[in-house]
Structure formats: structure tokens, C-alpha cells
Nanobody, 117 residues
């Protein structure tokens, strides 16, 4: 009933940029937080950035200053602008959508980001 779909991943050279999008659709409770997580091979899934319904962003220290998260509440869409990408940031990037009920949240299927050296 609820779908979370990411797009925008791909292959870029080190130093390049990508813009990821994630759209939630279907019958969904009011969204409180939308965010991006990533999982590289052999690593734990880690938080990249989140943004609240009020527009307050939060970033992992490793991406601060290079990545920008934004959202369009009317479209139930969150974006992640990634600049100056590094090879070690190659990972599957997942969108997470959390509703006003803390136990109700959704994951997208992920989008592959590959940064070549």
C-alpha cells in the first residue's frame, strides 16, 4: 500500500556529483522524518542525512559540507545532493521514511551509487 522509491543513483568519477530522489506514495500517515542511509560492501548500514517535516537537517560528519538534504512535503519527496564524491562512498543508498508514529516506518529498495577512482 505504501511505496518508497529511490532514483538517481549511478556511476560517477571521484569528485563528481549525483542527486538522489526518494518519493513516498500510497496511503501513509503523516511523515515526520525522511532520510538517507548507505551500506557499503562488508560494512554496517550507516546514516547519511535526515530531515524533519519542519526542515531541520542532520548530517553524518563525513558528508557535512558536501551533501545537502532537502524535501518537498507536498510531494512526499526527499532529495540528497551529493558533491565531491569519494570512492569510499560507493554503496547502496537507502531511503527511510518515518511517520508520526515512531514504530511506523518504511524503507526503499535502495539505489546503487558507484564512485570510480
Amino acid at each position: 500500500q505504501v511505496q518508497v522509491v529511490e532514483s538517481g543513483g549511478g556511476l560517477v568519477q571521484a569528485g563528481g556529483s549525483l542527486r538522489l530522489s526518494c518519493a513516498a506514495s500510497g496511503t501513509i500517515l503523516s511523515i515526520e522524518v525522511m532520510g538517507w542511509y548507505r551500506q557499503a560492501p562488508g560494512k554496517q548500514r550507516e546514516l547519511v542525512a535526515t530531515i524533519t517535516s519542519g526542515g531541520t537537517p542532520n548530517y553524518a560528519d563525513s558528508v557535512k559540507g558536501r551533501f545537502t538534504i532537502s524535501r518537498d512535503n507536498a510531494k512526499k519527496t526527499v532529495y540528497l545532493q551529493m558533491n565531491s564524491l569519494k570512492p569510499e562512498e560507493t554503496a547502496v543508498y537507502y531511503c527511510n521514511v518515518r511517520t508520526v508514529v515512531v514504530t511506523v516506518f518504511y524503507w526503499g529498495q535502495g539505489t546503487q551509487v558507484t564512485v570510480s577512482s
